[in-house]
Structures are given as C-alpha cells and as structure tokens.
C-alpha cells in the first residue's frame, strides 16, 4: 500500500518560512516525477513546484518563483519544498503526489498517480 507523509505545514507570520516534508513508503519513487500543490479555501488545487526523479531539473509557478526551492532525497524516498519569504496568499493546503509515468505536462494534476493527504499552511500576522 502506497502511503504519502506529509509533516512541516503550520502558522507563520508573514516573511516566514517553513519546510514542507513527504516521505513516501509502499514503493520506491526515485524515478517518478514528482509535484507540490496547493488549495486555497475556494479554489481549485494548483501546481506549485515540480522536480525530476534526479532532482537536477526543477519547476516552479510563477507565484513562489525565487521562493520555494523542491529537492529530493531518493535514498530516502522523500521530498522536501523550503518555503522562504512566505505571503498570506500562500495559505492553503498543500499537497505532494507522483507521475510515476512522466508525460512531461507536470502541472496537470490530473497526470499525478499519488497523492498525499496534505498540510495546511497558514500564513498570518
């Protein structure tokens, strides 16, 4: 059974930074594309970040560019996304999953096989 852990989402200020874990357990996903989401209360979940299986290429929205930074840690199933510079407009829950078959197109949810159970991120003064 596939299971996705998600740990590192809480409250923080403004200017803030967290750091987003998920670990993986089931099988191994070094070679599966993998992703970062977000839903806001009231909207559709959106891309947010993205990184190959070696981790050397990554991908980010416009809206966290220059902010958030996604690596991975193969030997250890896990990936991580270091939230810096944190804005009220980035509260929502915030989800990892994996394109086990890559298709290229990484901000389509609907290419994503697994999904994490997610972790809010609140950000207020």
């Known amino acids: 059974q596939v299971e996705f852990v998600e740990s590192g989402g809480g409250s923080v200020q403004p200017g803030g930074s967290l750091r987003l874990s998920c670990a993986a357990s089931g099988r191994t996903f070094s070679y599966s594309f993998m992703g970062w989401f977000r839903q806001a209360p009231g909207k559709e979940r959106e891309f947010v970040a993205g990184i190959k299986w070696s981790g050397i290429y990554t991908y980010y929205a416009d809206s966290v560019k220059g902010r958030f930074t996604f690596s991975r840690d193969n030997a250890k199933n896990t990936v991580y996304l270091q939230m810096n510079s944190l804005s009220p407009e980035d509260t929502a829950v915030y989800y990892c999953?994996?394109?086990?078959?890559?298709?290229?197109?990484?901000?389509?949810?609907?290419?994503?096989?697994?999904w994490g159970q997610g972790t809010q991120v609140t950000v207020s003064s």
């Open positions: 999953a994996a394109d086990v078959n890559y298709s290229g197109n990484y901000r389509e949810r609907s290419n994503y096989d697994y």
